[in-house]
């Protein structure tokens, strides 16, 4: 089974300037989740999607936004964007129905470097 | 609010020694508990979680709920064990994970 990817995997911004990051699940599962992971906060959660719907969502600026396709793949878009956005975005997907916490699958992540 | 607390940032032990990486957490209502692992150079994956209650990879983790804490243990430490630890609380079914700050454990040989 394919493991979540991500793309694209390096990409360099310009303070002001917007990004979309993708993310593809492992097929079969239908909540997709995005973490910010820097070195001062650690991982931080950002929001989840599960079948087109936003079900989760973190203490992040309306910047941050995501969505959610009928296959399950997903984006997240940064508007504006500033220094601190510079980060390691994972995403993760689950076989999640909401019963239950299921393990979640993470990619390798999108390096973002903003200047 | 949801916290949790990995006490440790770094930790190191020799081959063969037992280990134990901290984790105490404050979360209302009925927590799902859960520890990652990062090993180098690969991806963030799951470890444990304190509902299935097995042991993997040597590593056991009891869930107290009195002291609020879920603590990883090893009685044997490898150095393969070498890697980043996060103890994570997630709200019953939910997918929103809260990661703790980490701890980074070295196996010296």
């Known amino acids: 089974k394919a493991g979540v990817t991500q793309t694209p995997r390096y990409l360099i911004k310009t303070r002001g300037q917007q990004v979309t990051l993708s993310c593809s699940p492992i097929?079969?599962?239908?909540?997709v989740s995005w973490y910010q992971q820097t070195p001062g906060q650690g991982l931080q959660f950002l929001f989840e999607?599960?079948?087109?719907?936003?079900?989760n969502k973190g203490n992040f600026p309306g910047r941050f936004s995501g969505r959610q396709f009928s296959n399950s793949r997903s984006e997240m878009n940064v508007s504006t964007l500033e220094l601190g956005d510079s980060a390691l975005y994972l995403c993760?997907?689950?076989?999640?129905?909401?019963?239950?916490?299921?393990?979640?699958?993470f990619g390798p992540g999108t390096r973002l470097t903003v200047t | 609010a949801q916290r949790v607390t990995q006490p440790e940032k770094l930790l190191s032990v020799f081959k063969g020694a037992p280990v134990e990486l901290k984790c105490n957490y404050s979360?209302?209502?009925?927590?799902?508990l859960f520890w990652y692992v990062q090993y180098s150079r690969q991806r963030l994956q799951l470890l444990l979680r304190?509902?299935s209650r097995e042991s993997i990879k040597g590593f056991t983790a009891d869930l107290n709920k009195g002291e609020t804490s879920f603590h990883l243990k090893k009685p044997f430490a490898q150095e393969e064990d070498s890697a980043m630890y996060y103890c994570?609380?997630?709200?019953?079914?939910?997918?929103?994970?809260?990661f703790g700050k980490g701890t980074k454990l070295t196996v010296n040989p």
């Open positions: 993760a997907s689950s076989y999640s129905t909401g019963a239950s916490s299921y393990e979640q699958y």
């Open positions: 097929s079969g599962h239908r909540s």
């Open positions: 999607y599960f079948s087109e719907t936003q079900r």
């Open positions: 979360y209302s209502g009925s927590p799902e």
């Open positions: 304190h509902i």
């Open positions: 994570v609380p997630t709200q019953g079914g939910s997918e929103k994970l809260v």
